[in-house]
T-cell receptor, first 117, second 114 residues
Framework: GAGVSQSPRYKVAKRGQDVALRCDPISGHVSLFWYQQALGQGPEFLTYFQNEAQLDKSGLPSDRFFAERPEGSVSTLKIQRTQQEDSAVYLC???????????????FGPGTRLLVL | KQEVTQIPAALSVPEGENLVLNCSFTDSAIYNLQWFRQDPGKGLTSLLLIQSSQREQTSGRLNASLDKSSGRSTLYIAASQPGDSATYLCAAQGSGGSNYKLTFGKGTLLTVNP
């Protein structure tokens, strides 16, 4: 079946602009994660959803970052008033079970590359 | 706070060589240790997952080992091929209340020359 998809794949924003990044997880996957990957770095955890509930948002860098998953499937990561330091690849991942119930890896999407000018 | 370090940052080898990538983590209370591959412009592909109770996992030419007590994991690639060229990331999955979190290293950029 289809994997995790993300859109847009590339986004150029002017500083101060708001952006919305979309993630379509694998159908039926319960858990969904967002990561931020800066150039030359490993991905860093942003937030975690179990169905529609956001159980952990401790990794969101500031209150300009907001994520939602209203129906427990598609998720949107929104960044308000973008800054240059927000430039990064934003990765989405999903997993069928509730994470921690089995030794299953997360399935990653291709990412959205955000460039803030 | 878990910290993951990968050595070397970059590695260039001739085709056919066997190689080892190293990963260390500071908090040994992990749920599992995972190795991923990342190709330019693409997401992460899972290679191997080692549960905390296991010592190693194998898949084809890849073998990953885990020594929880010393906070180390290695990824061994046998008979490397140009198609193995990519960035290899290791990630420690936390235990306890945050057992869903993956903490990644910065990766090792591998180039296999034909």
């Amino acid at each position: 079946g289809a994997g995790v998809s993300q859109s847009p794949r590339y986004k150029v924003a002017k500083r101060g602009q708001d952006v919305a990044l979309r993630c379509d997880p694998i159908s039926g996957h319960v858990s969904l994660f967002w990561y931020q990957q800066a150039l030359g770095q490993g991905p860093e955890f942003l937030t975690y959803f179990q169905n529609e509930a956001q159980l952990d948002k401790s990794g969101l860098p500031s209150d300009r970052f907001f994520a939602e998953r209203p129906e427990g499937s598609v998720s949107t990561l929104k960044i308000q008033r973008t800054q240059q330091e927000d430039s990064a690849v934003y990765l989405c991942a999903s997993i069928y079970r509730y994470q921690g119930q089995g030794g299953e890896t997360q399935y990653f999407g291709p990412g959205t590359r955000l460039l803030v000018l | 706070k878990q910290e993951v370090t990968q050595i070397p940052a970059a590695l260039s080898v001739p085709e056919g060589e066997n190689l080892v990538l190293n990963c260390s983590f500071t908090d040994s209370a992990i749920y599992n240790l995972q190795w991923f591959r990342q190709d330019p412009g693409k997401g992460l592909t899972s290679l191997l997952l080692i549960q905390s109770s296991q010592r190693e996992q194998t898949s084809g030419r890849l073998n990953a080992s885990l020594d929880k007590s010393s906070g180390r994991s290695t990824l061994y690639i046998a008979a490397s091929q140009p198609g193995d060229s990519a960035t290899y990331l290791c990630a420690a999955q936390g235990s306890g209340g945050s057992n869903y979190k993956l903490t990644f290293g910065k990766g090792t950029l591998l180039t296999v020359n034909p």
